[in-house]
């Protein structure tokens, strides 16, 4: 799996859009882009995921960059709910099935 | 709740204790994964079975810990001699892999080890 670097923390006004960045820059043409979440005292929990297309869903967006070496997390109206460590993992669809975690972003929501 | 369930949720051991953990699946996931996380850390690949065969192993797996999902449905991870360093969250999560080619992992809320 390609290496993802994330900045350690980041805080966001409740209300406001939180974009967490993550840099995947020796990320090969057969892995995707993963985002999992982790709420305190819980399991991680799939967020999204995408190749190489822009993908939203009723959690998030994903914004991958068209030479594919970074990508952001767009979470459009951040609550108190949202505070978590944010992982980002590079990871092929088959012939690979552990995610492959690092220490990923804790983002705090701040009323 | 048909999430991914753990038991127990705390286990306190002494060193050198057997403990054993439990993961009941989402009903018809066909793998199951085991991961360890320790204090200010990501989770980290332990073990996955795709129904009852174990087909991969990390090697932070050793020879102390075994894992087992004889029927293809839940699964049990046992931790032999228990160590101080064992002290971790131990995540199981399940999954379902078909014709399609995504593969979310859905995990439980972990069993927390603290071995004194």
């Known amino acids: 799996d390609a290496k993802t670097t994330q900045p350690t923390s980041m805080d966001c006004a409740e209300g406001r859009a939180a974009n967490l960045p993550c840099n995947h820059s020796?990320?090969?043409?057969?892995?995707?882009v993963y985002w999992y979440r982790q709420i305190h005292s819980q399991g991680p929990q799939y967020i999204i995921h995408?190749?190489?297309n822009n993908e939203t869903n009723e959690m998030a967006s994903l914004i991958i960059t068209e030479d594919r070496k970074s990508s952001t997390l767009i979470l459009p109206h951040a609550t108190l709910r949202d505070t978590a460590v944010y992982y980002c993992?590079?990871?092929?669809?088959?012939?690979?099935?552990?995610?492959?975690f690092g220490t990923g972003t804790r983002l705090t929501i701040i009323p | 709740d048909t999430g991914v369930s753990q038991n127990p949720r705390h286990k306190i051991t002494k060193r050198g204790q057997n403990v054993t953990f439990r993961c009941d699946p989402i009903?018809?996931?066909?793998?199951l994964y085991w991961y360890r996380q320790t204090l200010g850390q990501g989770p980290e690949f332990l073990t996955y079975?795709?129904?009852?065969?174990?087909?991969?192993k990390s090697r932070l797996l050793s020879d102390r810990f075994s894992a087992e999902r004889p029927k293809g449905s839940f699964s049990t991870l046992e931790i032999q001699r228990t160590e101080q360093g064992d002290s971790a969250m131990y995540l199981c999560?399940?999954?379902?892999?078909?014709?399609?080619?995504?593969?979310?992992?859905?995990f439980g809320p972990g069993t927390r080890l603290t071995v004194l």
């Open positions: 020796t990320i090969s043409g057969n892995e995707y």
């Open positions: 079975f795709q129904n009852e065969a174990q087909l991969e």
């Open positions: 995408g190749l190489k």
């Open positions: 993992i590079a990871k092929r669809n088959f012939g690979n099935e552990k995610l492959t």
């Open positions: 009903s018809e996931h066909n793998r």
């Open positions: 999560a399940s999954s379902f892999i078909g014709q399609g080619a995504f593969n979310e992992q859905f």
